[in-house]
């Protein structure tokens, strides 16, 4: 989902987008046991140790263009969550001068 230009959207969208980064956060962990148990497969010449090496390379690979994709929805949702503050406060602006 793409942010929009309604406040109340982009809001929703960032605590959905929170979530997502706890569940990436515990998802570090994982990767990191796996890139450890692969490790003690190459230390003990597992005899698969070329498919190993491939298999880890493949989830590293996987998991830093999640995360490199990650980073940029949460710029992209921070800039459209500033976007449409800037608009409100612009409208509240506005408002009280043609209020006076």
Same mark, same amino acid.
Request: aromatic fraction near 4%; charge should be negative.
């Given at each position: 989902?793409?942010?929009?230009?309604?406040?109340?959207?982009?809001?929703?969208?960032?605590?959905?987008f929170d979530?997502?980064?706890?569940?990436?956060?515990? +998802?570090?962990?994982?990767?990191?046991?796996? =890139?450890t148990l692969?490790?003690?497969?190459?230390?003990?010449?597992?005899?698969? +140790?070329?498919?190993?090496?491939?298999?880890? =390379?493949?989830?590293?690979?996987?998991?830093?263009?999640?995360? +490199?994709?990650?980073?940029?929805k949460k710029?992209?949702?921070?800039?459209?969550?500033?976007?449409?503050?800037?608009?409100?406060?612009?409208?509240?602006?506005?408002?009280?001068?043609? +209020?006076?």
């Amino acid at each position: 989902m793409e942010p929009t230009d309604d406040i109340e959207d982009v809001e929703i969208l960032k605590a959905r987008f929170d979530t997502f980064e706890q569940e990436m956060k515990a +998802s570090n962990e994982k990767v990191a046991t796996v =890139n450890t148990l692969a490790r003690g497969l190459l230390h003990n010449e597992h005899p698969n +140790s070329d498919e190993v090496i491939a298999r880890q =390379n493949q989830l590293n690979q996987r998991y830093n263009d999640l995360q +490199s994709m990650a980073d940029g929805k949460k710029g992209k949702l921070n800039t459209a969550h500033d976007v449409n503050t800037w608009h409100i406060e612009c409208e509240e602006t506005m408002v009280r001068f043609l +209020s006076v």
